[in-house]
């Protein structure tokens, strides 16, 4: 039984296929093929629990995984809807700036021709004002130049029955 303390220890495969037991007169002594059996089986429990062990935490292992990829595709559809609501906004931002430029321009362009219409409206009484002054200037100096040839002809003041005495007179004494 020089094989007893390794029976004790892990059996590898090597070891089950080349196990030897000795003979007696009858066969194998059924005592140390029971002993190898058991060990075999103990070993046998024993990996199978291993292995249980093992295929539960590989499956624990499968679930995080799959959570975690869950959670990353739940992001990268964040991520990738995050983009698309910040081009629509950009895209809406752009169109109201644009709106609100051509309001600005349409509001400013109506301004000018307003501006334009009115100054034309100014400019045109501006003229006809210094039309109607020149006018008068003009038939004020012809009354004054009449008047100031009537004044320095004193001859024809006479013969129009004008006396400047008297109307100066005249003209003293009313006030």
Known sequence: MQDKESLSTQLTPIQIRTKEFNKSLWGYTPKEVAEFLESLAAQWEAKNAEERKLLNKIKLLEDDLKEWKDREDKLIQLREGAKLKAQEIEAQATRDASLFLKSVQDRAEQIRRKTE???????????????????????????????????????????????LTSLSNNAKGTN
């Open 117 to 163: 219409e009115w100054l034309e409206r100014v400019i045109a009484e501006v003229d006809k004002t210094e039309t109607r002054k020149r006018q008068l200037v003009e038939a004020l100096k012809n009354t004054l130049d009449e008047h100031y040839a009537i004044l320095s002809d004193e001859q024809a003041l006479p013969q129009l029955g004008l006396d």
